[in-house]
């Protein structure tokens, strides 16, 4: 597995972690996860994942809005937690990472959806992002 993608499944599930744990302390929960995974969190790895992980966190009132928006009828609240982290993530390198092609955005995220989530997860993930990067014009 390439550094990049390590690092994405690691910013997915430290966004997990983060969902389901109502915690006030943000930037604590984040330490407590990079300590619990610092074997997999490597010097090429963790740059990268810090990067997605304080990037979604920061545009999250950005993004959100546009998942909504894209997903037609579906409330980010009532989507699955593993499929809006993907697209958090995904939808944050669409935004702000114009040194990462569209097309490798959205493929490494329909992957990941697939892995970590259901059969379905794959089109619904791949279809809001393509609206959002139509929208955005990448």
Same mark, same amino acid.
């Given at each position: ?14 966004? #997990? ?30 740059? #990268? #994942? ?41 939808? #944050? ?46």
């Amino acid at each position: 597995m390439g550094d990049r993608r390590q690092s994405r499944e690691l910013a997915l599930q430290a966004l #997990f972690f983060l969902d389901m744990n109502s915690s006030k302390d943000v930037p604590a929960d984040v330490e407590a996860f990079c300590l619990e995974n610092e074997a997999d969190l490597t010097p090429t790895v963790r740059p #990268f #994942f810090m990067d997605l992980v304080q990037g979604v966190l920061t545009a999250m009132d950005k993004i959100d809005p546009m998942l909504e928006t894209y997903s037609k009828n579906w409330k980010v609240s009532r989507m699955p937690v593993v499929d809006r982290n993907i697209m958090r993530i995904a939808a #944050f390198e669409l935004l702000e990472r114009p040194d990462i092609p569209p097309s490798v955005t959205i493929n490494e995220a329909v992957d990941i959806a697939k892995k970590y989530s259901t059969r379905e997860s794959g089109s619904f993930v791949n279809g809001i992002l393509d609206r959002i990067r139509l929208s955005i014009g990448r």
